[in-house]
């Protein structure tokens, strides 16, 4: 039976010559091959950078396609369907705009610093890596963040530390525009060797050490220029197996170290760093105490989203926590001694209802505090001028007389000149501060003794309406710019000043808007006391500007015993200053107290009155000081 199968193959070629139309059949069996591996593609064809199509016309679904990452063209023969170049899938790659920083790190040889780290705040400080061997070091930043933090306003600042060099000082980048980084590493940096133990002498490993280094410079790591800013902190380390942590490149001087650790109570202690050295400290931290309970009202109602605040004797020991939807809180990390307690609840940022109490905890005692908050009076007014008008958005300030300087509550007048604060210590003596809106930080415009006993209306006359700045320049006797120099503004007739310095660079000064009155600039005389010096007006006006002021000459007042022969040690005596020719209502106190003599005191050359102040009465020497001249004068002393 003859065979008409058709073969295809080298062998069925051979000797053979096929006719036209077996080359046309071999010719599209051929096509279809090469059609088939196209439109469906192996399922691991992506692995190896192969091209994925999409095809909706066709008989059968397509296998879902393999994506590749790295795909950037698909190319497609001309003859293509359109319904197929329609379907083909182009990912698009992401490609973000980077800006490249460039430091250059130079020591005070000006040598380049290898191996400094590069710490960059674009919204807090973060280390980027180090430095190269020559002290250079370059960081990519995604464009469009930097550009949105310069748009704010909102600066990127860049610092350097090293281990054997105190911190550079802060710079700030401005954009790509701006050539490369200088940071100038400050001479040699300190050394601190802490050892961290318990009570029983036993290291405590894990304790959080931070080291807050008590100079002129910025508190998140870096000098903002020489002199100014507050403080720098360097990066927390934690205690070892050993309770042992080292600290390097610190800055040199008056340093605080702050420890921490979980079951212990916080501490802090004041220490010097000396530049090139190491100075080695074994620091004792106490075993916790804790207290917990549950606060309820005087309704039975729990008391939720309360704040109780645990203190003992050290101010740093400080313990903050909330209560729960039950009114349960808990206080971890409390000293042992003595602890007060105090709870308060808010509504709308005011207190309505509080408990206080005390406790003497052992160390690691557990102690237990069911309070019962019970609501707090509250103290309200209305503040107006001299026509009967509303004063909106005036500062008003509850403090109490025996405090310190915090104020007991704060609050500002309403659009109908109306202010309540609560009263949460009615029985203790009070007074009440109102600040000018624009004088916040500044002085205040009037205070009121006992506000409970006062009426409910409170008026203002024209000048109290106003507040207006002061400014002008400081220079020396050589008439060089004093600058850097901090001064009192005291206005007279109440205990009120106002801390200021002097710019950096011109020697410059500007108080915030002051309330009218007389004042007086008290110049320091190297941090032994204060001297009046110049009283000035202030009135309702515009800016008052007292021009170019000389710092005063100097002399100096030396108090003996009247009688050599007695002993140096007085009783108690009450030393009052006095400058009758320039601030008659203004009274320096030298001393109060019991007094050991001799006492010296630096003063502006010029007229004086010291008033002695004892059990039988009081006795006044007047003299003079003249510039550079010691005057002596002899205290009346007896045993």
């Known amino acids: 039976m003859p065979n008409n199968s058709l073969r295809l193959g080298p062998r069925s070629l051979q000797g053979a010559s096929l006719q036209p139309v077996s080359w046309a059949l071999f010719a599209a069996c051929l096509s279809l091959v090469v059609t088939a591996f ?4 192996r399922e691991d064809s992506g692995k190896n950078g192969s091209r994925v199509v999409h095809a909706s016309d066709t008989e059968r679904p397509l296998r879902q396609p393999t994506r590749v990452a790295n795909l950037e063209v698909a190319l497609l023969p001309a003859a293509a369907p359109a319904s197929l170049r329609r379907g083909i899938v182009l990912p698009e790659q992401a490609r973000s705009e980077t800006l490249t920083l460039e430091c250059l790190v130079m020591d005070e040889d000006n040598q380049p610093v290898a191996g400094a780290v590069i710490w960059v705040n674009d919204g807090e400080y973060k280390s980027h890596g180090t430095t190269n061997g020559k002290g250079l070091f370059a960081l990519e930043l995604d464009g469009p963040s930097a550009r949105a933090r310069w748009r704010t306003g909102a600066m990127i600042h860049v610092g350097a530390r090293h281990e054997f060099h105190a911190p550079s000082t802060r710079a700030t980048w401005s954009g790509p525009s701006q050539e490369r980084l200088v940071l100038r590493l400050r001479g040699r940096g300190a050394v601190l060797v802490v050892q961290v133990v318990d009570d029983s002498g036993l290291a405590v490993p894990g304790a959080e050490l931070r080291v807050t280094t008590a100079v002129t410079r910025d508190a998140t790591g870096f000098a903002k220029a020489e002199g100014k800013g507050p403080v720098t902190r360097a990066p927390a380390v934690l205690t070892n197996g050993w309770g042992e942590a080292v600290l390097r490149g610190l800055e040199p001087g008056q340093a605080r170290v702050q420890l921490s650790a979980q079951g212990f109570c916080p501490r802090s202690t004041t220490l010097r760093l000396v530049a090139g050295e190491s100075t080695q400290r074994r620091l004792r931290m106490q075993h916790a105490s804790s207290i917990e309970g549950r606060l309820t009202r005087t309704d039975g109602h729990d008391v939720s989203c309360a704040r109780i605040t645990g203190m003992g004797d050290d101010p740093d020991s400080v313990v903050e926590t909330g209560s729960n939807a039950r009114g349960e809180f808990f206080l971890r990390n409390l000293p042992a001694g003595r602890i007060s307690l105090h709870a308060v609840c808010r509504d709308k940022g005011q207190i309505t209802h509080q408990s206080t109490a005390e406790m003497v905890l052992e160390p690691g005692e557990l102690g237990i505090w069911n309070a019962l908050l019970e609501p707090v009076e509250v103290l309200a007014g209305t503040l107006l001028n001299a026509e009967g008008l509303p004063l909106v958005g005036w500062r008003v300030e509850l403090q109490l ?37 624009l004088a916040a930080g500044s002085l205040p415009t009037r205070v009121l003794q006992d506000p409970r006993s006062r009426e409910d209306e409170i008026r203002l006359n024209q000048d109290e309406e106003h507040a207006t700045p002061l400014r002008g320049r400081l220079r020396e006797a050589s008439g060089r710019p004093a600058v850097g120099v901090t001064f009192l503004v005291h206005l007279l007739g109440t205990g009120h000043n106002l801390s200021l310095t002097t710019d950096l660079v011109d020697a410059s000064f500007r108080t915030p808007p002051l309330p009218p009155g007389e004042y007086v600039l008290i110049f320091p005389n190297h941090g032994r006391g204060w001297i009046p010096d110049v009283r000035y007006r202030v009135g309702a006006g515009e800016l008052l500007d007292i021009g170019s002021l000389s710092l005063p000459a100097f ?18 005596l009450r030393l009052v200053l006095q400058r009758p020719n320039i601030a008659p209502d203004f009274a320096y106190i030298v001393h109060d107290g019991r007094v050991e003599l001799p006492i010296e005191v630096t003063l502006a050359s010029g007229q004086y009155t010291l008033t002695v102040q004892d059990d039988p009465g009081q006795d006044s020497i007047e003299f003079t000081v003249a510039s550079g001249a010691t005057t002596q004068l002899g205290l009346p002393c007896t045993d």
Do not use: F, I, K
């Open 555 to 572: 002399g100096w007042l030396a108090l003996a015993p009247s009688v050599p022969s007695r002993n140096s040690e007085c009783r108690e």
């Open 401 to 437: 007389e025996d405090a310190a300087q915090e104020p007991l509550h704060v609050t500002r007048t309403d659009e109908d000149g109306r202010y309540v604060l609560p009263d949460s210590q009615a029985g203790r003596a009070a007074q009440l501060y109102l600040y000018h809106p």
């Open 38 to 41: 196209t439109l469906y593609p």
